[in-house]
Each structure stands twice: as C-alpha cells, then as structure tokens.
C-alpha cells in the first residue's frame, strides 16, 4: 500500500468541505430520478445532458442536484425543441409526472422522481444533398472521396447537428489534403409538413499549400533553437491538421510549458503557409514534499520523501531530479516486527537531449540505499549511463552502462557466505558491471496511458567480469502488452512476459537481489512481495523459520484485467493472474503454473490513478507456502 502527503491532505479535508456543505439547507429536495418514456431517437444519457434538472449522482459528493416548481416544464420544451433540431418536427412531450419521495421529512431529506413521455413521432428525410465547387477544384476522384466524408446522406435522417457535423467533417477532409484555406458553407430547406429536406454544400478549397515557417510567442527562458529543433521536421511538409497536432505534442513533450497552442497563419506566397505557436512556460523548478505508508503481507514501511526537480538546468534543457527518501521498515509487519531497520535511499537523474545528435536523449542516474528484505539488510552505491532514440513515431531503442555496488549486513545464517547453498549468486559484498539494451515498439495509440494498441519491448542485459564487475550472465526478458477499449466505459488490457538468466564465463551467477521473482501488486497478486520465488528455510535457536526467497533463473508472467467505469472517475476492475519462477534454466512447464485472481477499484484523481486490489490464490504448491490464500494491495497507478 503506497499513499502520499496529497492523499493524506484531502482525507484531513474531506470531513469538513462535507460538514460545511451539509450545514447549508438546500433550496429544495434532490432530484434522485429523470425517466424519459418513449424515447428511441437518442440515449436516455444523451437527452438528459439538455435538461436544468439532473438526478443526483450515488456518489455525488456534495455536487447534488436539486428541483425546484417549474422546471419541469422548461425542461419539456427543450425535449421538444431537441427533437425539431434533429429531424422530428412533430414530437411532444405528452405528459410530465413528479413524484415527491419523504415528503414528510426535512427538505435535506427529501427527493423527487420526474417522468417525461415523449412522443417521437417520424423523423425528416434528406431528399437531395448537393455540393457546389468554386474556385479551383481538386480532381473529379478527389472531390468524390471529399463529399463522402459528409455525414448526411440521401434519405437518411436529417437533422441540423447532422449538418453543422457534416460541415465540420466536409472542412477537416480538405484541410487533411492539405488544403488549408478551405472554407464550406451550408444551406437547407425544410418542408416540415412533407418531412423532406434538400441540403446544400458550398465548397472553397483553396490552394494546396506546405508548412513553411513556424513563429513561436511567449519564450522567456527557454530557448527559441531548442524549441525549434523539435519542429524542424516539419518544415517543408504538406500541410495538414495531424502535423499541426505533430507540432503542438512535440513542443509540449519538452516538459516546460503549461499550454501550447498553434495557429495556422498567413500564406507564404501562393503555396506555403505560416504556423504560429503562442506557449505559456510553466514553473521551471518545483519541490514537492510528501509522507507515505506501506503495506504488504510481509512487510510494513513508513517513509518520508522529498523531490525537487529543475527542467531547464543551465539554460540548455536539462532536466535534473533529485530524490530523497528515509522511513523505517519492519517483517513482517509493524505490530509484529521480527526483523526490522531503516531505509533511505538517494536518487539523482539528469536528462539531456541533443547531445551528438539532435533526437538522442542521454540520461545520468547516480544513487543510494539502504534497505531490508527477508533474510538481510544491505546498502548499496549503483550508477547508470544511458542512451536512447526513437525512429520513428513506433520504435524507441536505448543503451546503457550500469554499475552497481552492494554490501550487506545482518544476514540470515543459511545465506552466510561461508555455509550458503548458492554459490556465487550470493557475494558480501559485491560490484555488479552489466550493459543493457532495450527496444519498443509502440503500436498504441498514444506513448503514455494507452487506451488501444500494442506495446511490445525486450530488454537484454549483459554482465561481464570483462567490464569489471564480479558476476557473469545474460539476462533477456520479453514483454507483450495490449489494450482494447470498446466503450467509453470499458477497458481491457492483458500482459504477458517471460524472463531467462544464462550464467556463463569465469563467475556464472547472478545476484540475489538481481534475480527474478513475482508476487505482489504488480504481477501476480495472490501472492506477498516476492513470494512466489524459489526459497531456503532458516530456522533460528528456538525453532522457530521463515522462509527466504531467493529469486530464479526463468520466469514467466501473465495478466489479464477487465475495467469498468461506474459512476464519475470511480472504475471497478476483474484480474486473473498467472506466473511461475523456477531456479532452473528455461525449466518452465504450463502444469505447474500458479493462478490468482480477484478485483479491485480505481478511483481517477487530478494526481493519478488510486488501485485497490484484492487478490486470491487458486491453485497451491509445496514451492511456495503461505498462511493465507489472499493478498491485499494498494498503489498509485496502473498495474500497466
């Protein structure tokens, strides 16, 4: 379980914004239901978002909707008026009915239902739909696949907001063909009495212009050639709406702004257009400040962290984080604390693109800490250089040198250097030397919180006593992922992974804080932290033993989650997990997978996704005992 200083701060204000709200007498009883009757033309949801009288929301809290005498009848004549405004000129609405519930209780206490019977009646048809050209016009093929992108059709349904649609849809193709002064006008006449309506496009297209100079207001600190370097691609490109989009996420990934906004600007010539980029800089460094608790089967935590992060250092764009964080951890847990110690950790990261060449982003991440696991306490120096470069909007590839020192104290007996079972996997301490490379590929809608699509990476690691460390091996892990998103209101996503690490070479091994493990709220969640690992027992003078986990050499991993959005941002999701660690070499066998499964609730706040799960072992193994069959999880974020 992982919360911060903000959640602590809004649980501290909720109880009084809802006392004052409730101090306050309402200017009368809540709306609890609107039943519309009859209605087939549009989505109960759909027609409701017209009305001044709203039901209340289950959890509303405190944005409830209140009734008050008269409104009803407003709300009939927008109904009707709805109706005439697509198509339907004879529809009424036939009756209103309010019902009062608790009438005889405080007005606080009180609710009203109201009901709408509507009478639809027949819809207007489209008898002619014509597109008129002026000016100098595109080609026959051309103009044909343009007026098809209009969303009218001869004896379809008409309606005004069909028109205005129609237009905006008719004008977003041209400008798509690179046709940026395009201009459309509508025209209908109705006969109400005959239903039929004859609709009219008259269309300007304009030259066909590229993207010449891009003009950029409202840089102080930042500057202008940085900025400019990450639009240059555009230049001299056709014009269209998705490079106008292409220039303005481009810009705002810098991290610097708080809006950007482009506009298209005056003809360069007779085929070439201006864009005009206004921004806003955002704050350029900030500290943030927080406290947090976490829980987990096996282990409590309580820490305090500091951030401070600067997004232009020097000038240049340089991006510097520094991250600080001390707290207290016990095992298993803080009213039981068999083994406990602090934990701190110290983490510094700067990031720079352009060095060598112009899409190359660099990245330097020192750090420290110190830490407790089951069987031993450690602390650690460790160093990353890295690369990396996307081609292409789909491919990202990265390189990087890492170093990693750790020594450590307070060790479990079976894990003493001089009578462990593990060999070299277990050094005290230890200097770690690996290069890891890692490539993506991004078929999904969008790089961060995708909603659709495809991600698929894989990472290599290889470590060698050549680079100077004390381990040999190579460590490849595969991970698939994908996102369906069918309805505003659904998501499904599900991940698959493997993990294999070969020893080879003069010191085959790998570390024991290196190696693969899976349980808890990030994979398979009927299991604790690392759990679902291969272990050693110790036992200490009195007989009493735990069991330690001790990582493996061959993983694999599946999930698959289905969410649902209830009410507001609260979401209610459905998981089964699946995964297996052997200590073996690719030693894996579909019999003996573990399964869980179990849901869970995301709450979607201004400062990300809060995540209860609930997890539940299906299938047991004598490798992997545990107490309880269940396992309790609470984070910030999605699972992936």
């Not at 903000?6 to 204000?13: E, I, K, R, S, Y």
């Not at 239903?195 to 030259?207: C, Q, T």
């Not at 209610?572 to 200590?583: E, I, L, P, T, Y």
């Not at 996704?609 to 107490?627: A, C, Q, S, Y």
Request: hydrophobic letters at 40%; charged letters at 30%.
């Amino acid at each position: 379980m992982r919360a911060g200083l903000t959640t602590l701060a809004l649980a501290l204000l909720w109880p009084s914004a809802c006392k004052k709200g409730r101090d306050t007498e309402p200017p009368g009883p809540r709306v609890r239901k609107v039943q519309l009757e009859g209605v087939e033309r549009f989505d109960d949801d759909e027609l409701r978002a017209y009305l001044e009288l709203q039901p209340t929301r289950r959890l509303s809290f405190g944005a409830a909707h209140y009734y008050l005498p008269g409104l009803e009848d407003v709300d009939a004549r927008r109904i009707e008026e709805v109706y005439r405004a697509h198509g339907h000129h004879e529809a009424r609405v036939e009756d209103v009915s309010v019902t009062h519930v608790r009438a005889d209780k405080p007005v606080k206490r009180q609710r009203v239902d109201l009901r709408y019977a509507v009478f639809e009646g027949p819809p207007t048809l489209v008898r002619r739909l014509d597109f008129e050209w002026v000016g100098d016009e595109p080609p026959a093929d051309e103009r044909r696949e343009i007026e098809a992108s209009a969303k009218l059709s001869v004896q379809g349904p008409f309606g005004i907001p069909g028109v205005a649609a129609s237009k905006r849809a008719l004008e977003l193709e041209l400008r798509r063909r690179g046709f940026a002064t395009a201009a459309v006008e509508e025209a209908a006449w109705v006969d109400a009495d005959a239903r039929i309506a004859d609709v009219h496009f008259r269309l300007e297209a304009g030259p066909r212009v590229a993207i010449d100079r891009i003009t950029i207001e409202g840089l102080e600190r930042v500057p202008e050639y940085l900025v400019q370097r990450e639009i240059e691609r555009v230049r001299g490109k056709p014009y269209s709406p998705e490079a106008v989009a292409r220039v303005e996420r481009s810009i705002y990934a810098l991290g610097v702004f708080s809006t950007v906004s482009v506009e298209d600007g005056e003809l360069v010539g007779s085929d070439r257009i201006e864009l005009r980029v206004k921004v806003v800089e955002a704050k350029l460094q900030r500290v943030r400040v927080g406290v947090g608790l976490g829980i987990d089967p096996v282990r409590w935590e309580q820490r305090a962290s500091m951030l401070y992060r600067h997004d232009n250092l020097f000038g240049h764009l340089t991006r510097f984080d520094l991250r600080v964080r001390a707290g207290y951890a016990e095992l298993p847990a803080l009213y039981d604390p068999k083994e406990h110690g602090p934990i701190a950790g110290l983490d510094i990261t700067m990031r720079k693109k352009g060095l060598l060449e112009k899409h190359l982003v660099w990245t330097a991440s020192p750090g420290f800490e110190l830490g407790i696991w089951e069987g031993y306490q450690f602390w650690s120096l460790r160093h990353r250089l890295g690369v990396s470069r996307f081609f292409t909007r789909f491919v990202e590839l990265g390189v990087s040198y890492n170093n990693r020192f750790v020594d450590f104290f307070n060790i479990s007996d079976v894990l003493d250097t001089n009578r462990t079972i593990l060999g070299l996997d277990f050094r005290d301490p230890y200097f770690l030397a690996f290069v890891e490379v890692v490539g993506t590929l991004h078929l999904t809608d969008q790089i961060v919180e995708p909603r659709n699509g495809v991600r698929f990476s894989t990472s290599y690691d290889i470590a060698s006593t050549y680079l100077g460390g004390q381990f040999d091996y190579h460590r490849v892990e595969p991970d698939l992922r994908a996102y369906w998103r069918p309805h505003d209101r659904v998501q499904l996503a599900a991940r698959g992974r493997v993990g294999f690490i070969f020893p080879y070479g003069r010191n085959p091994g790998a570390p024991i804080d290196l190696k693969l493990y899976l349980g808890g709220a990030g994979d398979v969640r009927g299991w604790p932290f690392r759990r679902l690992s291969p272990r050693i027992e110790s036992c200490d003078g009195d007989g009493d033993c735990q069991q330690i986990p001790i990582g493996g050499r061959s993983m694999v991993h599946g999930t698959f989650e289905l969410r649902v959005r209830t009410v507001a941002d609260l979401w209610v999701a459905g998981f089964g997990d699946m995964g297996d660690v052997r200590d073996e070499i690719a030693n894996l066998s579909g019999r003996d997978l573990m399964f869980s499964s179990g849901g869970g609730l995301r709450y979607v706040s201004p400062i990300g996704t809060f995540r209860l799960d609930v997890g539940v072992r299906i299938n047991e193994d004598d490798r992997f005992p545990e107490p309880r069959r269940w396992a309790l999880h609470f984070g910030l974020g999605e699972v992936f």
